[in-house]
């Protein structure tokens, strides 16, 4: 059975599964699961993950969730260039450190600004929280300095000298909120280099691959296809924004 990866490439975590499995020349088979219908708490999803999250990876009768662990199960099965996941003690630690930071230092108020700005005004119909939205972005200055004036000011990419996983989930994490108007490049000039240097390195077709979804608005029509689903949606993003 060929590798399944269960995938929504709304999900930065998701598009960068996608990202590694295509650079890398992985065979793959995408098994598409939209959170924003809903197919992610059906029966058949949660026999894959019974968390009910993507991504999910199935390798024959292997079951495997979260991004980090199947980005590392994929670096390790295929044998993928050391440089994303170098073999050296210290930059692989270096690569672990920010692994391990970027959750809740980039990814959660990354995610948080993607949602305030684009998913609560489609499901709910509601224009745009301004008060929400300037306190999220607040809330990811900090890591956004960090990166710009202290890590980024030593070294050309994250954790080394070179293209890492680190950067991959970096990368993705921050164009969220980017592409839906909140660009969090333009005051950081080095960030704004890294940027590039990362998508000159993934190459730029395939990053507008992966993106194509999250850089298109949504069809408004779509989100009332199933009211109470919205109705739910649109609880959950307020309690969690809140």
Avoid at 14 to 43: D, Q, T, W
Avoid at 84 to 106: F, K, S
Avoid at 107 to 113: H, K, R, V
Wanted: hydrophobic share 45%; charged share 25%.
């Amino acid at each position: 059975m060929p590798l399944e990866l269960f995938l929504d490439l709304y999900s930065p975590p998701c598009r960068a599964i996608y990202i590694f499995a295509m650079k890398n020349g992985i065979p793959f088979e995408l098994r598409s699961v939209e959170l924003g219908r809903g197919e992610h708490l059906k029966p058949e999803f949660l026999k894959v993950n019974p968390l009910g999250k993507v991504p999910a990876l199935k390798d024959g009768d292997f079951l495997l969730a979260e991004s980090v662990a199947i980005l590392l199960y994929l670096s390790r099965k295929y044998h993928a260039a050391a440089h994303w996941y170098p073999p050296e003690l210290q930059a692989c630690a270096r690569v672990d450190e920010y692994l391990a930071w970027q959750h809740t230092a980039v990814q959660l108020p990354a995610t948080n600004i993607y949602l305030c700005k684009s998913l609560l005004p489609y499901f709910s119909e509601q224009s745009v929280d301004p008060v929400c939205l300037d306190r999220l972005l607040g809330k990811l200055k900090p890591a956004l300095q960090h990166l710009d004036q202290e890590v980024l000011a030593a070294k050309p990419f994250l954790a080394t000298e070179e293209l890492s996983l680190a950067d991959l989930m970096e990368f993705t994490e921050l164009m969220q909120p980017t592409a839906v108007g909140c660009d969090v490049f333009q005051d950081w000039p080095r960030l704004a280099a890294w940027q590039a240097r990362v998508e000159a390195a993934l190459g730029p077709e395939l990053v507008r691959d992966a993106h194509r979804l999250v850089l298109q608005p949504r069809d408004p029509r779509d989100a009332q296809r199933d009211p109470k689903l919205a109705q739910e949606l649109v609880q959950r993003l307020l309690e969690r924004l809140s």
